[in-house]
């Protein structure tokens, strides 16, 4: 099993900046079947959407409403990925979960969620 540590979440003004971190940690076979990672965020009221994602070899992907503003990346030796958040607007508010998909190797790895709280 493995387990995600989020950080870096908080309360900013619109325009600022965030950088959230998620880690992973377990046993040595959960820890090199990390193939992709990435951030799913959930407003109040509104379904969870994918916000960006990374694969192993380092090709990312984005939701259109954060594209030109959010850069993700990864840090294969530390079994880390970020989430690097500028231009920060309202809209951005939500939780934000981390999370891994395996491919095929087992269930998707979640993260506990953190907060994001984008003031006008």
């Known amino acids: 099993q493995v387990q995600l540590v989020e950080s870096g979440g908080g309360l900013v003004q619109a325009g600022g900046s965030l950088r959230l971190s998620c880690a992973a940690s377990g046993s040595t076979f959960s820890i090199v079947n990390l193939y992709t990672m990435g951030w799913f965020r959930q407003a109040p009221g509104k379904q969870r959407e994918l916000v960006a994602n990374?694969?192993?070899?380092?090709?990312?992907n984005y939701a259109d409403s954060v594209k030109g503003r959010f850069a993700i990346s990864r840090d294969n030796g530390r079994n880390t990925v970020y989430l690097q958040m500028n231009s920060l607007k309202p809209e951005d508010t939500g939780v934000y979960y981390c999370y891994i998909n395996h491919r095929g190797l087992g269930p998707d790895s979640w993260g506990q969620g953190t907060q994001v709280t984008v003031s006008s």
């Open positions: 990374i694969t192993r070899g380092g090709s990312s």
